[in-house]
């Protein structure tokens, strides 16, 4: 089964700058399609960005030209990079996976959430 840890949420001033890490450990064939999405309070998760096995990403209009999502595959790990944050960034931030095993089988694979906080 795949685990998907993430890191680098935290409180930031409106303007500033954080990276998100999204790292995969257990045994998996193939990673599809990674994304990234965001809950706010009392609103729907929404998709922020995506990344296909392809490279070709896909950037919700509220992030395009401040958000860059990003992976390293040696590492199966997958980052976001957030810049130019404002308040209205404020959310928890999830990482997904679509994984295909050996035997070609895919499924969505979520991560715990963390926490991305911008004051104004």
């Known amino acids: 089964q795949v685990q998907l840890v993430e890191s680098g949420g935290g409180l930031v001033q409106a303007g500033g700058s954080l990276r998100l890490s999204c790292a995969a450990s257990?045994?998996?064939?193939?990673?599809?399609?990674m994304g990234w999405y965001r809950q706010a309070p009392g609103k729907q998760r929404e998709l922020v960005a995506t990344?296909?096995?392809?490279?070709?990403?896909k950037y919700a209009d509220a992030v395009k030209g401040r958000f860059t999502i990003s992976r390293d595959n040696a590492k199966n790990t997958m980052y976001l990079e957030m810049n130019s944050l404002k308040p209205e960034d404020t959310a928890v931030y999830y990482c997904?996976?679509?994984?295909?095993?050996?035997?070609?089988?895919?499924?969505?694979?979520w991560g715990q959430g963390t926490q991305v906080t911008v004051s104004s």
């Open positions: 997904n996976f679509y994984i295909y095993t050996a035997t070609m089988t895919g499924y969505d694979c």
């Open positions: 257990g045994s998996m064939f193939t990673i599809d399609t």
């Open positions: 990344l296909s096995d392809g490279d070709t990403t």
